[in-house]
C-alpha cells in the first residue's frame, strides 16, 4: 500500500441530480459512495472529504478506517472540501491523490497504477489518470510542492486551475478505457452507464 493519502472528495450536494443524492445510490447493493471508498482504501491512506453529521454518506463509509473530514463549508464548492482535507493531512505525505467519488469505474488496481507512476526524484509535480488516448483525467496525485496552490483555492472549479499551471510537469497514466474520465453526475448519466453494465 502507497503512503501517498488519497482524497476522497464526497461533500458536495448532487445539484445535477435532480434532488436525489448519486453518492448513496446503489450499485450491486452498496452505495457508490461506499464502493469507491472501499477501491480507495485498498491502494493508500485514505481522506474522505463529508458534509457535517449528521448525514446518511457518514454511515455509506463507516468502518472503512478512513479518516472522515467534515466539511461545513461545502456549500462554497469542491475547492472548500480540497482546502479542508489538505489540511489535514499528515505533515509527512510526501504527494496526495485527489479522487472524486462518482467515478463508477476506477478501480483499485487504476489507483495503483497511478500511484506506482509517482517519482519524486524528478521535477515532475503531477501524476494523473487518463484514457487509452491519452485525454487526462483523475485520479490526479499532486507532489507536496503544491499543497500551497491548492490550499489557496476557491470555488468549485477543482484543481484544474493547478494543474493547467503546470501541465509541462506532468505525467499522464494511461488506465483502461474511460475508467479514469467516466462519472455520474446527471441522471442521463447514470442511465446510459447502467445501460452499458
Known amino acids: 500500500m ?3 493519502p488519497i482524497i476522497l ?3 458536495g450536494a448532487s445539484s445535477r441530480m435532480g434532488g436525489a443524492d448519486k453518492l448513496m445510490r446503489p450499485i450491486d447493493g452498496e452505495p457508490l459512495l461506499r464502493r469507491t471508498a472501499r477501491r480507495a482504501r485498498g491502494a493508500g491512506p485514505l481522506y474522505v472529504a463529508l458534509p457535517p453529521a449528521p448525514h446518511p454518506r457518514h454511515d455509506a463509509v463507516a468502518g472503512l478506517d ?3 473530514v467534515p466539511v461545513p463549508d461545502a456549500a462554497e ?3 472548500a ?4 482535507a489538505v489540511s489535514a493531512l499528515p505533515p509527512s ?3 496526495v491523490m485527489i479522487l472524486l467519488a462518482d467515478l ?3 478501480t483499485k488496481n487504476d489507483l495503483k497504477n497511478v500511484l506506482q507512476a509517482v517519482d519524486l526524484k524528478t521535477d515532475t509535480l503531477i501524476w494523473r489518470g487518463a484514457t487509452e488516448a491519452g485525454k487526462p483525467g483523475h485520479p490526479v496525485i499532486f507532489a ?3 499543497f500551497p496552490d491548492l490550499l489557496a483555492l476557491t470555488g468549485d472549479a477543482g484543481a484544474q486551475s493547478v494543474a493547467r499551471l503546470h501541465a509541462a510537469r506532468t505525467v499522464c497514466v494511461p488506465l483502461p478505457g474511460t475508467n479514469a474520465r467516466r462519472d455520474l453526475d446527471t441522471e442521463k448519466d447514470w442511465s446510459d452507464w447502467l445501460a452499458r453494465q
Do not use: Y
Open 2 to 4: 502507497s503512503t501517498i
Open 9 to 11: 472528495l464526497a461533500a
Open 66 to 68: 478512513a479518516h472522515i
Open 77 to 79: 464548492g469542491m475547492n
Open 81 to 84: 472540501s480540497l482546502r479542508r
Open 93 to 95: 505525505a510526501p504527494a
Open 104 to 106: 463508477p469505474d476506477i
Open 144 to 146: 507536496r510542492e503544491l
